[in-house]
Nanobody
Framework: QVQLVESGGGLVQAGGSLRLSCAASGLIFRINAMGWYRQAPGNERELVASITRGSTTNYAYADSVKGRFTISRDSAKNAVYLQMNSLKPEDTAVYYC?????????????WGQGTQVTVSS
């Protein structure tokens, strides 16, 4: 069983910053891509940022967060982070961690339980 646990959400004023963390635990051989998604009330879940693992690390960001958010990972700790700067009220959502985890001979996709980020105007 693999678990992803997020932390770092909260209430912040517009223009402020938050850093989200996600740690994976369980029977993990390797974690390939990791990412952050968010879902606001009434909206579909959307990709915020993703990061791959390998000799070349690839990053992807939603257009709405480019230049403000930075994703990073610590593969030794099976962790991924999201530094969020210059937050806007429209960034308010539940943020979910996602990971492609290699467990034995197979790969499975896992989600965290989500952490609330609220940005006040």
């Amino acid at each position: 069983q693999v678990q992803l646990v997020e932390s770092g959400g909260g209430l912040v004023q517009a223009g402020g910053s938050l850093r989200l963390s996600c740690a994976a635990s369980g029977l993990i051989f390797r974690i390939n891509a990791m990412g952050w998604y968010r879902q606001a009330p009434g909206n579909e879940r959307e990709l915020v940022a993703s990061i791959t693992r390998g000799s070349t690390t690839n990053y992807a960001y939603a257009d709405s967060v480019k230049g403000r958010f930075t994703i990073s990972r610590d593969s030794a700790k099976n962790a991924v982070y999201l530094q969020m700067n210059s937050l806007k009220p429209e960034d308010t959502a539940v943020y979910y961690c996602n990971a492609d985890v290699v467990v034995g001979p197979s790969t499975a996709n896992y989600w965290g339980q989500g952490t609330q980020v609220t940005v006040s105007s």
